[in-house]
């Protein structure tokens, strides 16, 4: 099969006239927090689409034009988006959304890791990997980086789930051996045996890749962070994913459980984890000299501001990790988290910032940006998508209000790209979302969205 997931944006054959959407559309194909008019728009848009990549990019008529022979299709009355990217998520949490009123550790203990357990049954693990998949795609997620089961079989059925489904999934074994319930364990020599296995099964098959990904400090032990180290050192382009200064009292036992470290980072440095393919999540709360080095390592960190709502975990101080040069995206950590929306998360970072102490004013920029290249950056294909620029894979949203809602009539009363923006982050979520694609295919549709 040919990889899709990290390969360059390359040049447009023109074997085919294409396909012409029109629709007013969005896009930051630049980093709004280090550049002004990172966000681009076009009232009348036009994206033309050739074999999955897009063509062009702009204003309709011109588009038009220029391709005569491109089909158009009208879509007038939604909007166009790129493909949104979740950057923290986990796939056995499904059925746990909503266990509301507790913290990390007593979260974990009773809602998330009883749940994980239950996906030792296949058949059960292959239903919430059907379901997994299905939500992200109805929630205009086309990419994301997802922590699998600690079943090898589980993670197996998740990587198929989403190879059937077609969407551009990170995914990996979830590595532990301490602190958790026991059948959630592995040895280390069996985390390695059974990580390999899964690498060499599903990474850089089709849109697949492979994340390794211990589940956190607390619950692995050094010889366990070293099969870590040995899998990123024996296999080319895969990512780390791992949880990072979520909560203090999480810190605390951390600071306990390695006590040679000088802080949380420490831990993953000491194994060479703190790198440039590495996604961290959380980092709510971070020390200095940790920010620094997490730059220094161009390593990225996934913000999951329902999460850390929900779980009272604490506010992120993003101004301190933009500051420091930290690379920061989107992640909507589903289960802790409030749900699959991207629109949401992203309002949820513009709440969360209002009311922390020097907390940063988003703008509609900012947060489409956050949902869509962000997360392309951070998971180092950047390249391919995230945006609407020319040569890249056509990765797409397709939203329309549903007539009468509040967000039509909000979009009644907004003519600037940053209004209509602020309307649909604000109101818009699954139920607007209609049709998604990946490559140019429709990963998704409702049953009442038009022909494209
Ligand atoms: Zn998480």
Redesign the pocket.
Same mark, same amino acid.
């Given at each position: 099969m040919v990889n899709e997931i990290g390969r360059p944006a390359g040049p447009v054959t023109a074997s085919s006239a294409g396909e012409l959407l029109r629709a007013p559309l969005f896009h930051t194909p630049r980093n709004p927090f280090q550049e002004d008019h990172a966000l681009e728009g076009f009232a009348d848009g036009g994206l033309l689409i050739r074999e999955g990549r897009i063509a062009a990019c702009g204003e309709y008529g011109t588009l038009r034009d220029a391709h005569p022979d491109a089909r158009s299709v009208d879509l007038r009355g939604g909007f166009l988006l790129p493909g949104f990217v979740d950057t923290?998520i !986990?796939f056995p949490q499904l059925r746990v959304l909503g266990s509301l009123g507790r913290s990390l550790l007593d979260w974990l203990e009773h809602c998330a890791l009883p749940e994980e357990a239950r996906l030792a049954d296949q058949a059960c693990a292959c239903g919430v990997a059907r379901r997994f998949v299905h939500a992200l795609a109805s929630h205009g997620t086309t990419t994301a980086l997802v922590?699998g089961a600690h079943f090898s079989p589980a993670t197996a059925a998740l990587f198929e789930a989403a190879q059937t489904a077609g969407l551009r999934i990170w995914s990996g074994l979830v590595l532990s051996d301490r602190m958790l319930r026991p059948e959630l364990h592995q040895t280390p020599e069996r985390a390695y045996r059974e990580s390999n296995a899964l690498i060499e099964r599903f990474h850089r098959t089709g849109r697949l890749a492979y994340a390794v990904t211990p589940r956190f400090a607390l619950s692995t032990s050094e010889a366990m962070l070293e099969v870590c180290q040995t899998l990123l050192g024996e296999h080319e382009g895969l990512l780390l994913q791992t949880?990072l200064n979520e909560s203090t009292r999480e810190i605390a036992e951390v600071a306990r459980a390695f006590p040679w470290a000088s802080d949380y980072l420490a831990v993953y440095e000491r194994f060479g984890l703190c790198r440039s393919n590495a996604i961290f $999540? !959380?980092d709510v709360h971070p020390a200095e000299s940790e920010l620094q080095r997490l730059a220094t390592a161009r390593a990225a960190v996934a913000h999951?501001p329902s999460?850390n709502a929900a779980l009272g975990s604490g506010l992120f101080p993003l101004r301190r990790h933009l500051r420091a040069g930290v690379r920061c995206a989107l992640g909507t950590?589903v289960g $802790?988290g409030t749900g699959f929306g991207m629109l949401k998360e992203a309002l949820q970072a513009y709440l969360l910032q209002r009311i922390a102490p020097d907390g940063m004013l988003l703008d509609a920029a900012h947060l489409l940006y956050l949902a869509t290249l962000a997360g392309a950056e951070a998971l180092g294909v950047s390249d391919e998508t995230g945006d609407f620029r020319i040569g890249k894979s056509t990765d797409l949203v397709y939203l329309r209000p549903l007539p009468g809602s509040p967000l039509a009539a909000a979009l009644e009363r907004q003519e600037t790209p940053e209004g209509i923006l602020g309307a649909i982050f604000t109101l818009a979520g699954a139920a607007e979302i209609c049709e998604v694609r990946v490559a140019g295919s429709v990963v998704y549709r409702t049953e009442s969205g038009e022909e494209a």
């Open positions: 923290h !986990h922590f949880h $999540a !959380h999951c999460s950590d $802790a």
